[in-house]
Structures are given as structure tokens and as C-alpha cells.
């Protein structure tokens, strides 16, 4: 661990600590920020990415996981890469820099055909640790989004990029295939996003059904 100056906090340079400060670090960034319904504090979608990446897929490695915690920093708060560098080293940010879209990229005015081709391009490019990271945003999005407050067709929308961001990632994977310690953990973390594209899918025919 990095000598720390008086007055200054060590960065954490890997172990638990990593994603224990990742985790203080993206709860004082993100504030009072709240998800889409406007009554969930912004926090908990991270943390449960952190828990999907954790629990769900078994991921171990500290910059991953901190990476998690921090995917949405850069994008939705005032932090800056500076900020994470000085506190988490190159790795980390370099991580959340690829999991950032650009500003110009970023609200609710965005045309979602617009955002869903730069997301296809990032994906075909970013790391893999940074595709494993987006496959668990995705996965956490999925599950949030029948309570977000989102319209139907903005549901019908994220669901048809999701499909269309695996399609990439199938693509890519035949000509850039991830490293071997990382292949399993992909797999299951794009098996999570396609059971919850699934279950959307199911429970539209079976209201559908009920109408008829």
C-alpha cells in the first residue's frame, strides 16, 4: 500500500480494503442521488452490481469489484478520473473510464438508438474485466426496471439494446475470445442478462394471454 502524507488517506492498491473504500467513495459521491422511481437512494444500484459481480458470479479480483462499485461514478457525480487515480490506481480507473459514457451521450434527451450504438461500438473494444462489470449493470437495470417508473416503451427499448449488446458481444467473442480465467464468469454473466430478457419476454405473452 502507498505511503499516505499527513492529512492524506493510502490508496488502497488491492484486498478487501480495495472495495471497502470503493464502496465509501461511490456512497459520498453519489449523495442523495436517487434512482429512476425517485424514492431509491442511488447507492443500492451499485452495491448490488458489487453483490451480482460477488455472489452471483463469483468474482474475487479487488479492481473488479471495486470497478462495480464505482461504474456509475464518473458519469453521474462530480468526481473525477484524477479523484479515482489518486485513490485507487490505474487499474481501477481505467476500468470505470472504459464503463463511462460520454456527456454528450448521457441523459434522458439521448435518442436510445443513439446511445445503443455507442454502447455496441464500446462494447466490441472494452476490456473484458469492463464487459463483466457492464453485463452485471445490465443485469442489475433488467431487474430494476419493471419498478423504475419507466414507460413500457422505454422497457421494450432497454430490453432490444440489451439483445442487441450480447449480439455484439457473440460477434466479438468468435474473433476475440476472452482469456481463459475469465471465459465461465462471462458465460454466467451473460446467461443473467438473457434470463431476465426471458422473463420480460414471458410475462408480456402472459399478459397478453390474460387480455385475449
Avoid at 490508496?11 to 480495495?18: A, I, S
Avoid at 453483490?51 to 463469483?58: C, D, F, M, V
Avoid at 473525477?80 to 485513490?87: E, N, P
Amino acid at each position: 500500500m502507498a505511503r499516505g502524507g499527513r492529512g492524506r488517506t493510502p490508496t488502497p492498491r488491492g484486498g478487501p480494503d480495495t472495495v471497502v473504500a470503493a464502496i465509501a467513495f461511490s456512497l459520498a459521491a453519489h449523495g442523495s442521488q436517487l434512482r429512476k422511481d425517485r424514492r431509491t437512494p442511488y447507492i443500492v444500484h451499485p452495491v448490488a452490481v458489487l453483490r451480482i459481480l460477488s455472489t452471483e458470479l463469483g468474482v474475487t479480483d479487488p479492481a473488479i469489484l471495486a470497478a462495480g462499485v464505482l461504474h456509475d461514478v464518473l458519469e453521474d457525480t462530480p468526481r473525477t478520473s484524477g479523484a479515482l487515480r489518486r485513490r485507487f490506481g490505474p487499474l481501477v480507473t481505467s476500468l470505470v473510464v472504459e464503463l463511462t459514457l460520454p456527456p454528450a451521450l448521457h441523459g434522458p434527451e439521448v435518442p436510445d438508438s443513439l446511445k445503443t450504438r455507442a454502447l455496441v461500438r464500446a462494447i466490441r473494444t472494452m476490456s473484458w474485466p469492463a464487459v463483466l462489470v457492464k453485463l452485471a449493470d445490465r443485469t442489475d437495470n433488467l431487474r430494476d426496471s419493471s419498478n423504475a417508473g419507466w414507460s413500457a416503451g422505454k422497457r421494450r427499448a432497454f430490453r432490444e439494446q440489451s439483445r442487441r449488446l450480447l449480439r455484439a458481444l457473440v460477434l466479438r467473442g468468435r474473433a476475440d475470445p476472452p482469456p481463459a480465467g475469465l471465459a465461465r464468469t462471462l458465460a454466467a454473466a451473460e446467461r443473467l442478462v438473457v434470463a431476465h430478457l426471458d422473463r420480460g419476454t414471458r410475462s408480456r405473452r402472459s399478459r397478453k394471454s390474460s387480455r385475449g
